[in-house]
């Protein structure tokens, strides 16, 4: 084998990759040399860097550029796109951005813009939207991320944080010598672990796994999805009936207190409140006992085997994994505190190998070990709004101005939203609903998009200004969550006219003159060197040496020692609760959290509760017998690269693949590489069938990503082609506290698709009318 090791290297969330160069372009994608794991996903960028998919120059839309701000919104997505100079587009974006803050003032700007954008620590995407927003007065913000976000309000009630938690679950060497039963609520999902935000250097996961799987550790995947846990580590798989974790949970916690296997010595020492959860656990509350019989009816699980777990599980070092999608269902608060609840009950919290992990493997970090190195960014500035959505209410947001919305334990507004400007992240990819979130869309009077190509967002924009790609850009992969610190290096010159973010808002900025407040005087290089600089001095600060950036840049990456000792998650607090309390009302692990209860929310009460989420297969509508799960992809993250290569070798006839029962199939006289029509009453889309016994029946799966491709762009509710199952999810909040998306509480029906398959479009470039002469119009 030829050694690569002297090309250059660029970083992103999927991996870490050399590249060689040729003929101005990348010509091919190799795995880091210490990644032993590499994902296939980094090469999907090859044969789209280039291309019609490519936005090549700035683009108005037709009726916005002839008529002004507002003009035939309806026409979204379906007017031709003109092509304008630079010069031309940072004039019209300052004017506009004028008249908005002047005439509606700046709470009226959406620069919430969530989204995941690119790994590089300059350029990234939001960070120098928000930066350039602020230097112009402020923007209505969104809070907390689609990943999680009923945790992210409801963990600190618990525990006192959540990110602090998320960063420390114990690390896999710790559950290799310690752990001998691992219980894991939607799997070990070994296709999510190919990700890590801001750049991965090595893959963990799958030898996290295999090493636990090796050390005669027992293996429970609590899923629909048979492959939500490597075949290899084997276990017993327990087909659950999506959505009704909580009523297992609650039911192993009823059989540990009812059988005396409870750990009242640690509920009494490390947690407060068990004694208002135990009446509603027993059924003093309610008249019903959340017994194994009770669950069994809810979960479609025997309950001789849930009791048989709750043995198990306290007779044994037992670690229990929650996954993240747990969160992104109706009431996606109680997963979590039903499990932290029953891991209190177990005893083992804060011992090597026990207690409880958020989502081993939603990510490549979580059960690593890293020394954590706090690194600078691209300063943002202080927001003077201070408006803001929870993330997913962005449909609220536009459709309800001056309306009121509960989160948290506050009653808050909807402000009346004018312009929206997004850069790094895809709506109509992310949102659920997008039905109505089309009619949603249609309200602001301006929607600015910085993309790089041409997707189903940038589509639906009134303006577009072209951004390059991090092939096309130096930059520093750098995140506390990856030891490895990377220089990204420019590998070829920018596609047609695109920019980095940073040139796009430094040429805006200028036209509104604000240019000194947000460059600072500092070119991107000025930039990089000051983050790095910045991180140099934390760093010491922190113990630890880093390389002078010179010889980084010389060298290309550099690594952070691991730490020497398993992480052991709350270990410092099950050894003295008094010196390190929890930063909770108590100190302690609030079972009932009265800060909680006193938000007298009906749909989240003061201790963890089972509630039926609002569709379900236990209480289906006849019309929609199947329960859809849209969880992540396997061959590429979110979006990101749909039109590559790699990701369109998965589909079937073009379509996104649908996976069945063979039952469910029969019943539909569904064949492998039909056409499908899935479908309710919020909207339709096709996909292509994968018949597999390895789903439970009643379920059927479409990972999300495909691009967003209605038949008739012009008619509300028209057929996606491509198949995004987001035209199918509810927009409903999870709950008044977190009020995070539940795109995984769905129902739909599937039926064969019998007429001429609709060619896919999504993959096209819209209309563009080109000038005469470069700088005309
Ligand atoms: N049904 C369903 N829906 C879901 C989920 C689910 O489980 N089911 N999961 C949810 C979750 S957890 C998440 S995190 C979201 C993800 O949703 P998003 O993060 O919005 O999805 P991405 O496709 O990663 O969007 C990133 C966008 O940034 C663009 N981009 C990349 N680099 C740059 C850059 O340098 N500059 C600029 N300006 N743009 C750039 C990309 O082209 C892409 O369009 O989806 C959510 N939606
Ligand atoms: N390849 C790839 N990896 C990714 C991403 C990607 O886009 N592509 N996205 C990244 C992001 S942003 C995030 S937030 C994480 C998300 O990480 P997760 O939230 O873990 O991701 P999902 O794939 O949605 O869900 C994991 C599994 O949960 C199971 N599941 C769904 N509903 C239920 C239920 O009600 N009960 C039980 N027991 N199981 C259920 C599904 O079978 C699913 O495969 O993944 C990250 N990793
Ligand atoms: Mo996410």
Same mark, same amino acid.
């Given at each position: 084998?030829?050694?690569?090791?002297?090309?250059?290297?660029?970083?992103?969330?999927?991996?870490?990759?050399?590249?060689?160069?040729?003929?101005?372009?990348?010509?091919?994608?190799?795995?880091?040399?210490?990644?032993?794991?590499?994902?296939?996903?980094?090469?999907?960028?090859?044969? +789209?860097?280039?291309?019609?998919?490519?936005?090549?120059?700035?683009?108005?839309?037709?009726?916005?550029?002839?008529?002004?701000?507002?003009?035939?919104?309806?026409?979204?997505?379906?007017?031709?796109?003109?092509?304008?100079?630079?010069?031309?587009?940072?004039?019209?974006?300052?004017?506009?951005?004028?008249?908005?803050?002047?005439?509606?003032?700046?709470?009226?700007?959406?620069?919430?813009?969530?989204?995941?954008?690119?790994?590089?620590?300059?350029?990234?995407?939001?960070?120098?939207?928000?930066?350039?927003?602020?230097?112009?007065?402020?923007?209505?913000?969104?809070?907390?991320?689609?990943?999680?976000?009923?945790?992210?309000?409801?963990?600190?009630?618990?525990?006192?944080?959540?990110?602090?938690?998320?960063?420390?679950?114990?690390?896999?060497?710790?559950?290799?010598?310690?752990?001998?039963?691992?219980?894991?609520?939607?799997?070990?999902?070994?296709?999510?672990?190919?990700?890590?935000?801001?750049?991965?250097?090595?893959?963990?996961?799958?030898?996290?796994?295999?090493?636990?799987?090796?050390?005669?550790?027992?293996?429970?995947?609590?899923?629909?999805?048979?492959?939500?846990?490597?075949?290899?580590?084997?276990?017993?798989?327990?087909?659950?009936?999506?959505?009704?974790?909580?009523?297992?949970?609650?039911?192993?916690?009823?059989?540990?207190?009812?059988?005396?296997?409870?750990?009242?010595?640690?509920?009494?020492?490390?947690?407060?409140?068990?004694?208002?959860?135990?009446?509603?656990?027993?059924?003093?509350?309610?008249?019903?006992?959340?017994?194994?019989? !009770?669950?069994?009816?809810?979960?479609?699980?025997?309950?001789?085997?849930?009791?048989?777990?709750?043995?198990?599980?306290?007779?044994?070092?037992?670690?229990?994994?929650?996954?993240?999608?747990?969160?992104?269902?109706?009431?996606?608060?109680?997963?979590?505190?039903?499990?932290?609840?029953?891991?209190?009950?177990?005893?083992?919290?804060?011992?090597?190998?026990?207690?409880?992990?958020?989502?081993?493997?939603?990510?490549?970090?979580?059960?690593?070990?890293?020394?954590?190195?706090?690194?600078?960014?691209?300063?943002?500035?202080?927001?003077?709004?201070?408006?803001?959505?929870?993330?997913?209410?962005?449909?609220?947001?536009?459709?309800?101005?001056?309306?009121?919305?509960?989160?948290?334990? +506050?009653?808050?507004?909807?402000?009346?939203?004018?312009?929206?400007? !997004?850069?790094?992240?895809?709506?109509?990819?992310?949102?659920?609903?997008?039905?109505?979130?089309?009619?949603? !869309?249609?309200?602001?009077?301006?929607?600015?998009?910085?993309?790089?190509?041409?997707?189903?967002?940038?589509?639906?924009?009134?303006?577009?200004?072209?951004?390059?790609?991090?092939?096309?850009?130096?930059?520093?992969?750098?995140?506390?969550?990856?030891?490895?610190?990377?220089?990204?290096?420019?590998?070829?010159?920018?596609?047609?006219?695109?920019?980095?973010?940073?040139?796009?808002?430094?040429?805006?900025?200028?036209?509104?003159?604000?240019?000194?407040?947000?460059?600072?005087?500092?070119?991107?290089?000025?930039?990089?060197?000051?983050?790095?600089?910045?991180?140099?001095?934390?760093?010491?600060?922190?113990?630890?040496?880093?390389?002078?950036?010179?010889?980084?840049?010389?060298?290309?990456?550099?690594?952070?020692?691991?730490?020497?000792?398993?992480?052991?998650?709350?270990?410092?607090?099950?050894?003295?609760?008094?010196?390190?309390?929890?930063?909770?009302?108590?100190?302690?692990?609030?079972?009932?959290?009265?800060?909680?209860?006193?938000?007298?929310?009906?749909?989240?009460?003061?201790?963890?509760?089972?509630?039926?989420?609002?569709?379900?297969?236990?209480?289906?509508?006849?019309? !929609?017998?199947?329960?859809?799960?849209?969880?992540?992809?396997?061959?590429?993250?979110?979006?990101?690269?749909?039109?590559?290569?790699?990701?369109?070798?998965?589909?079937?006839?073009?379509?996104?693949?649908?996976?069945?029962?063979?039952?469910?199939?029969?019943?539909?006289?569904?064949?492998?590489?039909?056409?499908?029509?899935?479908?309710?009453?919020?909207?339709?889309?096709?996909?292509?069938?994968?018949?597999?016994?390895?789903?439970?029946?009643?379920?059927?799966?479409?990972?999300?990503?495909?691009?967003?491709?209605?038949?008739?762009?012009?008619?509300?509710?028209?057929?996606?082609?491509?198949?995004?199952?987001?035209?199918?999810?509810?927009?409903?909040?999870?709950?008044?506290?977190?009020?995070?998306?539940?795109?995984?509480?769905?129902?739909?029906?599937?039926?064969?698709?019998?007429?001429?398959?609709?060619?896919?479009?999504?993959?096209?470039?819209?209309?563009?009318?080109?000038?005469?002469?470069?700088?005309?119009?």
């Amino acid at each position: 084998m030829t050694n690569h090791n002297d090309l250059p290297l660029t970083s992103s969330h999927w991996g870490t990759y050399r590249a060689r160069v040729g003929n101005g372009r990348v010509q091919e994608l190799l795995a880091f040399e210490h990644d032993k794991d590499p994902s296939p996903i980094g090469p999907g960028i090859l044969d +789209v860097q280039h291309g019609p998919t490519r936005i090549d120059a700035p683009m108005v839309r037709k009726s916005w550029l002839e008529h002004g701000p507002g003009a035939r919104t309806e026409l979204r997505g379906v007017d031709p796109f003109v092509e304008v100079s630079w010069d031309k587009a940072n004039k019209i974006v300052a004017t506009e951005l004028d008249r908005i803050r002047t005439d509606h003032g700046n709470a009226s700007i959406f620069g919430g813009s969530y989204g995941w954008a690119s790994a590089g620590r300059f350029h990234h995407a939001q960070s120098q939207l928000k930066r350039f927003l602020n230097c112009i007065g402020g923007f209505t913000s969104s809070k907390f991320t689609y990943s999680f976000a009923a945790a992210e309000a409801m963990v600190p009630h618990i525990l006192g944080s959540f990110r602090a938690y998320l960063d420390t679950c114990t690390s896999y060497d710790s559950i290799r010598d310690h752990t001998t039963l691992f219980v894991c609520f939607g799997g070990v999902p070994l296709k999510n672990g190919q990700i890590s935000q801001g750049g991965t250097g090595r893959h963990i996961q799958r030898e996290g796994l295999m090493t636990a799987g090796n050390a005669n550790i027992h293996f429970v995947n609590i899923s629909p999805l048979k492959s939500d846990l490597l075949d290899d580590v084997g276990g017993d798989w327990l087909a659950i009936r999506p959505n009704s974790d909580v009523a297992m949970i609650l039911a192993l916690a009823h059989t540990l207190q009812t059988e005396g296997l409870a750990d009242h010595a640690f509920l009494d020492r490390y947690t407060t409140g068990f004694e208002h959860f135990l009446p509603y656990l027993l059924g003093e509350t309610d008249g019903v006992p959340k017994s194994a019989e !009770w669950a069994a009816e809810i979960c479609e699980i025997p309950a001789v085997t849930i009791r048989n777990l709750a043995r198990r599980m306290a007779s044994e070092r037992t670690m229990i994994s929650v996954s993240w999608s747990l969160t992104r269902q109706d009431h996606g608060e109680q997963p979590f505190w039903a499990a932290i609840t029953l891991a209190a009950m177990l005893g083992q919290i804060g011992l090597p190998g026990g207690g409880f992990g958020f989502g081993y493997s939603a990510m490549n970090f979580i059960g690593g070990k890293f020394t954590i190195l706090p690194g600078a960014s691209l300063p943002q500035g202080e927001n003077p709004v201070k408006n803001f959505i929870p993330v997913a209410r962005i449909t609220d947001l536009l459709m309800r101005p001056g309306e009121p919305f509960d989160f948290d334990g +506050v009653r808050y507004e909807y402000p009346d939203i004018e312009l929206v400007w !997004w850069a790094g992240g895809n709506p109509f990819h992310h949102h659920q609903d997008l039905n109505l979130m089309m009619q949603a !869309w249609q309200k602001p009077q301006t929607i600015i998009v910085n993309e790089w190509c041409w997707n189903s967002l940038a589509k639906r924009a009134d303006i577009v200004l072209p951004c390059t790609t991090p092939l096309e850009r130096q930059d520093i992969a750098l995140t506390a969550r990856d030891p490895y610190v990377v220089s990204m290096s420019r590998l070829t010159e920018p596609y047609g006219q695109a920019r980095d973010d940073y040139e796009i808002f430094s040429g805006i900025a200028r036209e509104m003159g604000v240019d000194a407040s947000f460059t600072e005087d500092r070119s991107s290089e000025d930039w990089q060197s000051w983050i790095y600089e910045q991180t140099a001095i934390r760093a010491k600060a922190a113990g630890i040496e880093i390389p002078e950036y010179d010889t980084f840049l010389k060298n290309g990456w550099f690594k952070i020692d691991d730490p020497a000792d398993p992480v052991v998650m709350l270990s410092s607090f099950r050894s003295d609760p008094q010196a390190n309390p929890l930063a909770t009302p108590s100190g302690k692990i609030e079972i009932f959290s009265q800060t909680v209860a006193d938000f007298g929310y009906d749909d989240c009460p003061g201790h963890p509760v089972w509630r039926e989420p609002y569709e379900w297969l236990g209480n289906a509508d006849p019309r !929609w017998p199947l329960h859809l799960i849209s969880n992540q992809p396997k061959d590429k993250l979110h979006s990101q690269f749909d039109h590559g290569g790699v990701s369109k070798a998965k589909k079937i006839t073009g379509r996104e693949p649908v996976l069945i029962h063979p039952y469910d199939a029969a019943d539909r006289g569904l064949k492998d590489g039909d056409i499908v029509r899935l479908f309710n009453d919020r909207g339709a889309c096709l996909g292509g069938i994968l018949i597999d016994p390895s789903i439970r029946p009643g379920v059927i799966q479409m990972s999300t990503g495909s691009w967003y491709d209605p038949q008739d762009p012009t008619t509300p509710g028209s057929l996606c082609k491509h198949g995004n199952p987001n035209v199918l999810t509810r927009d409903k909040g999870t709950s008044k506290l977190g009020q995070g998306p539940t795109a995984h509480s769905c129902l739909v029906e599937a039926e064969l698709f019998t007429e001429a398959p609709p060619p896919v479009t999504a993959h096209e470039p819209p209309k563009i009318l080109r000038p005469e002469t470069p700088n005309d119009p």
